[in-house]
């Protein structure tokens, strides 16, 4: 029978537009904040994190912000590139001294030419 | 840094066989985590290690799947037997604490097939 994974929620967007890609998490205890970018067929890599004590943290043509108050997350990217495309995780930690993190089902972005 | 060392890349077996797979961490990291993704489940979290000693393997399916750390640079998960369920890419990941961060460096993964 056909099998039932995942529903991804997806995004796509032109190349050049920019990007916002949302998050919930659970855990208000959480204090630290991760976003992972896994493009086909490799790991889960790196992106930017913030810590609970922040709002908003900016890298290169990304930005993440924080709102704690709704238990929210986003990640913005500016001026979206084909290789953008790829499956985005958030993931929140630092629960007291649990290192462990949870990681949220993911979005698929793909970058339309 | 080569970051994290995984193998094999690909491993395609049969029902019943033992399958083991392998994992080195980033040098320095004292934690290390053993992941499973599969479409229908996602990420998830099997075991994870500190200092080399097992800290929680409570993701750990059933008795079949196991996972030692002999060394700070070595680790492996075993199932034994395997069955076509376990079919899925599997993960390790390592970090470092530095401050209050957590961030887990992820290798390229174990793509494996069980007939």
């Known amino acids: 029978g056909e099998s039932v994974g995942l529903h991804l929620p997806t995004l796509s967007v032109q190349e050049g537009d920019n990007s916002i890609i949302n998050c919930a998490y659970s855990?208000?205890?959480?204090?630290?904040f991760i976003w992972y970018k896994q493009e086909s067929g490799k790991g889960p890599q790196f992106i930017i994190d913030i810590r609970s004590n922040m709002d908003k943290r900016q890298g290169q043509r990304v930005t993440v912000l924080l709102n704690k108050t709704v238990k929210h997350l986003s990640l913005q990217i500016a001026a979206t590139q084909p290789g953008d495309s790829a499956v985005y995780f958030c993931a929140e930690g630092g629960s007291g001294s649990a290192r462990q993190l949870t990681f949220g089902s993911g979005t698929q972005l793909t970058v339309l030419p | 840094d080569a970051g994290v060392i995984q193998s094999p890349r690909h491993e395609v077996t049969e029902m019943g066989q033992e399958v083991t797979l392998r994992c080195k961490p980033i040098?320095?990291?004292?934690?290390l985590f053993w992941y499973r993704q599969t479409m229908m489940r996602g990420l998830e979290l099997l075991i994870y290690?500190?200092?080399?000693?097992?800290?929680?393997d409570s993701g750990m399916p059933e008795d079949r799947f196991s996972a030692k750390m002999p060394n700070a640079s070595f680790s492996t998960l075993k199932i034994q037997p395997s069955e076509p369920r376990d079919s899925a890419v599997y993960f390790c990941a390592s970090s470092f604490r530095i401050g209050r961060s957590d961030t887990q460096y992820f290798g390229p993964g174990t793509r494996l097939t069980v007939l």
């Open positions: 290690f500190n200092n080399n000693v097992p800290i929680d």
């Open positions: 040098s320095g990291h004292d934690y």
């Open positions: 855990n208000s205890a959480s204090d630290y």
